[in-house]
């Protein structure tokens, strides 16, 4: 059985308008295709070289961009045991579109924290998510 899942996951370059006072990040338009409804937007910070990992929605679609640092994302599928990354930040100012099954994590590699957002398709649920330790994956999180 062929697994494409991760070829489901989409980066698109998001516009960034640079201003004197400030620059002003796009996110997401409801017109996008990767745009699947409107649940809940959360932010998540994170430590440089800290890892959250491993996280699995049976149902939440994400828009994930990071506005601040740099992180990178580690998305693994486990019917053909491959792995996808992609470093998203203020230097690649990108959004990941994820779409539901799929194992993922993050690690900060920017000095000091970085922040990811995420508009989730659906409001947060315990009981849609799936989780494992960080070692019940095998991942080299020192590959960049």
Request: proline share 3%.
């Amino acid at each position: 059985m062929k697994d494409n899942s991760l070829s489901k996951i989409s980066s698109t370059s998001m516009k960034v308008i640079n201003l004197e006072q400030g620059d002003v990040l796009h996110f997401l338009k409801n017109s996008a295709e990767s745009f699947k409804g409107f649940g809940e937007v959360y932010f998540s910070k994170i430590n440089t070289y800290s890892i959250k990992a491993w996280k699995f929605h049976k149902k939440m679609t994400l828009n994930l961009i990071v506005p601040i640092g740099t992180v990178k994302f580690v998305f693994y599928s486990h019917v053909s045991n491959t792995f996808r990354v992609e470093e998203i930040g203020e230097s690649n100012y990108r959004r990941l579109y994820v779409p539901p099954r799929i194992w993922f994590g993050f690690k900060g590699i920017s000095k000091g924290t970085s922040l990811v957002a995420n508009l989730a398709n659906i409001e947060h649920d315990p009981k849609e998510a799936i989780k494992k330790n960080l070692d019940e994956i095998s991942y080299d999180w020192n590959l960049l």
